[in-house]
């Protein structure tokens, strides 16, 4: 809005239907909405803090009037930075968090402004969850959720958003209101906008004629891979309005408005144990986890599903991760190291130990058990480093979970001054992760990133790594350059 004409025409248009308490154009305030979760700042113009969906459609009428850019925000704890901007933020938090549980507690409809700790605490009476859960769940809000496809630590494919969603109640940039799971907003939007949904329907008939595109589609899919508009709604829904709503996930507020959600819930298993159990190198981690991912609960089906899965999640932490939180194993591993009592290593390198968080859950105890020794006779094929032990004591097992939440915070915390913690996710199928992820911590080796840490979500193929980086330097640019092009 450079145009000082343009803009006092944006402001009174806006006021007109949205309380001035609620428009934010003082320095101080919006320098204090200029940066979420991530490095980046860019210091809005506008806040507009909205409470309902007639002043989204306001500030959307006026943004799109003045072609002024605008940008969406609910609690701004991503950290990518999809909720800067220097233009128009449109915030929706306080305000936005009703909610609506079904009757048979299997499905329950959300507004943007809720968190996912809330949702949660809502669901646990009736032994549901709330399957998304991002590290962020506590302060995370649904919106935000959703539309960036967070999933999280004990949140695999089968129950991210994109699977879980029913319906979407949205915001078209347009000002239109769509419901996709009421009927009335349907057939009023096949009347207003029929060019639209054919157009949704040529391209969903367009994807399916290529069968390579379509087994590439799914392919992709499969695994933890969300960069990039979602577009696996257009080989997995026939009805143009399933599409639509399912395409908002992942789309980082660049499609519409998330005014509500429809979402299944999950029953939660009353019984889980978990173990943190050390492997001798990176690679032989990765081995097991392939190992435990194939245990099923019924040998004669041989689809892997979540049900049916006896481990339901398997957490990678690399050595520099544990360092980042003075595990005490990696301290005694390193005391083991130097004492030459570890066969092979050389004093002084730590960097093959490797974890990995599991968790197995049953409906019964006697089921947990069995798991458990079925677990714990997969694992005994492999080098470990010490005899694991898996615990059902919350308080215990709570504390392994904590550690592997906490690294990220650690790691940026131990940054040097001046530099920025960055965070990037990688994605590999299942049977490609022994070579990939030793490959994945060569590369960051070679281009000397010696403080970087792999983490993540081993048992869904997906890992971030965390990067210490200065931009100071054309040098230091270069090197990050560098590495991000032999990342593709």
């Known amino acids: ?22 428009i934010y154009t003082d320095s101080l305030r919006t320098y204090a909405w200029g940066t979420d979760a991530s490095f980046y700042r860019m210091t809005p113009q506008v806040v507009v803090r909205t409470k309902n969906e007639q002043e989204v459609q306001a500030a959307f009428k006026a943004c799109k009037k003045y072609a002024i850019p605008f ?79 967070a999933s999280g630590m004990n949140c695999g494919v089968h129950a991210n958003s994109d699977h879980m969603l029913l319906s979407a109640r949205l915001v078209l940039t347009d000002g239109t209101v769509l419901d996709t799971g009421d009927e009335q907003s349907r057939e009023a939007f096949r009347k207003s906008h029929p060019e639209f949904l054919k157009k949704i329907e040529a391209l969903r008939d367009e994807v399916r004629k290529d069968a390579d595109l379509t087994e590439r589609i799914r392919y992709k899919y499969s695994i933890k891979n969300v960069t990039g508009l979602n577009i696996r709604p257009l080989v997995d ?9 399912h395409s908002i996930v992942g789309s980082e507020g660049t499609l519409a408005f998330l005014s509500s959600v429809r979402m299944k819930t999950l029953h939660e298993y009353p019984y889980r144990a978990s173990a943190m159990v050390y492997f ?63 066969d092979g290593v050389a004093k002084g390198d730590y960097h093959n130990l490797t974890a990995v ?56 915390g131990q940054r040097p001054v001046g530099s920025s913690c960055l965070i990037e996710d990688v994605a590999f ?40 980086q200065s931009f100071a330097t054309k040098e230091e640019v270069e090197r990050y350059r560098n590495m991000m092009e032999c990342m593709r």
């Open 71 to 149: 940008t969406l925000r609910a609690a701004g704890t991503s950290l990518s930075g999809q909720s800067c901007t220097d233009s128009v933020l449109i915030v929706a938090g306080k305000g936005w968090e009703q909610f609506h549980l079904d009757d048979d507690k299997n499905a329950i409809t959300l507004q943007p402004g809720i968190t996912g700790g809330r949702v949660k605490k809502i669901l646990k009476p009736y032994g549901r969850v709330f399957p998304p859960d991002p590290a962020s769940v506590g302060s995370a809000m649904v919106g935000g959720i959703v539309v960036n496809n």
């Open 237 to 245: 829904y026939d009805d143009p309005f399933d599409i639509i709503a």
């Open 357 to 412: 968080l599991t968790e197995t859950k049953a409906l019964t105890p006697e089921g947990l058990k069995a798991n458990i020794q079925e677990v714990m006779d997969t694992l005994s094929r492999f080098n470990l480093y010490g005899e694991p032990a898996f615990t059902d004591d919350p308080k215990v097992y709570g504390k392994y979970w904590s550690i592997r939440s906490g690294i990220f915070p650690a790691v940026g």
């Open 280 to 342: 001798q190198t990176m690679e032989e981690s990765c081995k097991a986890i392939v190992a435990l991912k194939q245990l099923k609960a019924d040998e004669d089906d041989m689809a892997m599903t979540y049900e049916n899965l006896k481990v339901k999640s398997a957490e990678m932490l690399d050595y520099l991760s544990l360092q980042s939180v003075d595990d005490p194993v990696y301290l005694n591993y390193k005391k083991d190291v130097d004492a030459g009592r570890i």
């Open 1 to 22: 809005m450079t145009d000082p004409h343009i803009k006092q025409q944006f402001f009174s248009e806006i006021r007109q239907a949205i309380p001035e308490r609620q």
């Open 429 to 468: 199928h299942i049977q490609d992760l022994p070579h990939a992820t030793v490959d994945l911590q060569q590369l960051i080796a070679r281009h000397g990133y010696k403080d970087a840490c792999i983490y993540g979500h081993a048992f869904e193929g997906n890992y971030h790594f965390i990067l210490n």
